[in-house]
């Protein structure tokens, strides 16, 4: 019989391996690694997502890393923009392969009035080879090369079928302008993936369990984009890597032997929670640190992520940024004195993280 946990239990180990108990003295890439990359279509939302978790975090660390392309922001899984770090973009990425083609297929493909998608792709490659190039000047481009095609349609295509990094200085804490894509292979440096096929998706699953477990299968497919997983997790499991737990409403979680599950009575501090973040985000178990009627409350119409108020280790509230980049605080439930003191000083420190430069 697999062994039950409480919804306290899967709340606190969750965010004890995500760091949002307690900030780590820590460098910025072994956290990244350690949440197996970070939301990025939002440029500063890494940045939010790091202060979060590491002390006295200083964005300049985030901006060597990406100007020395240890990490890179790229297209990856759910063909969402990830920010991680580099090496394991280059093995992920072919990982994220279908779930781009499907989006090419569904998404692109059907908006051509005759150009064919290879054509397309082999003239972005070469427009792109030994330079780095904008979204919209590859567009317009390609559109000399395909007239009558739609450029946006046509840097899609580029976007779904190539291994793009957008560089610097867009990604940067101060940095600005439209996408601009490199080559991956030109950018990082050419090499192999150090893994491939399912021996890379079961380390994708470790990773995943390592800093999100323990977990649902769906959640794992869910935050991946990746289908068809139970078998190669149950065959895990049979091989005495993954071991099954009961989450407090029945769910049939699975996470690495021998890693513990935390003490349902660790104090969980106010976090103010990234814009998109995975521990929230993207999350078939969402559950542990939200109810789906408050989640639901924070869904905006265009798709924008609000940042996230954790209080005692679950959603209460959303902030975000007003236009003088002071951050203002929404309360999705009724808070006490205390809690509102506590949510104010975590306000403090995120203005002071504002003002660096």
Known sequence: MSEAITLRQW????????????????DAIEVLDRCVGMQSQDPRAAFFGLWSRIA??????LDELMIDREVVRIA???????????????????????????????A???RLTSADPSRVLDDAAGLLAGREVTGAQLGKELAVRHPGENPSTLTGIARCGLPLVQVPPRGLWRGHGSPTYRLFDEWVGPGEPAVVDDDARADLIRLYLRGFGPTTVKAIQMWSGLTRLRPLVEK??????LVRLTGPHGEVLFDLDGLPVADPDL???VRLVAPFDHVIGAQADRIRVAEPEMYRRTVTPNGRSPGFVFIDGFLS??????DDEAPRVEFLRPVSDAERREVDAEVERLRDFLACT
Do not use: C, K
């Open 236 to 241: 895990m499991e049979a091989d005495w890597e």
């Open 267 to 269: 104090p969980a501090p």
């Open 317 to 322: 509230g959303t902030w975000h940024l007003g």
């Open 108 to 110: 692109y493909i059907p």
């Open 76 to 106: 990856l899984l759910r063909s969402t923009v990830f920010l991680l770090d580099a090496e394991d973009a280059r093995w992920i990425r072919p990982l994220a392969g279908p779930i781009l083609q499907r989006e090419l297929d569904q």
């Open 11 to 26: 709340n606190r180990t969750l965010l004890q391996r995500q760091h949002l108990l307690a900030r780590v003295d820590e």
């Open 56 to 61: 006295d975090f200083e964005p300049a660390e």
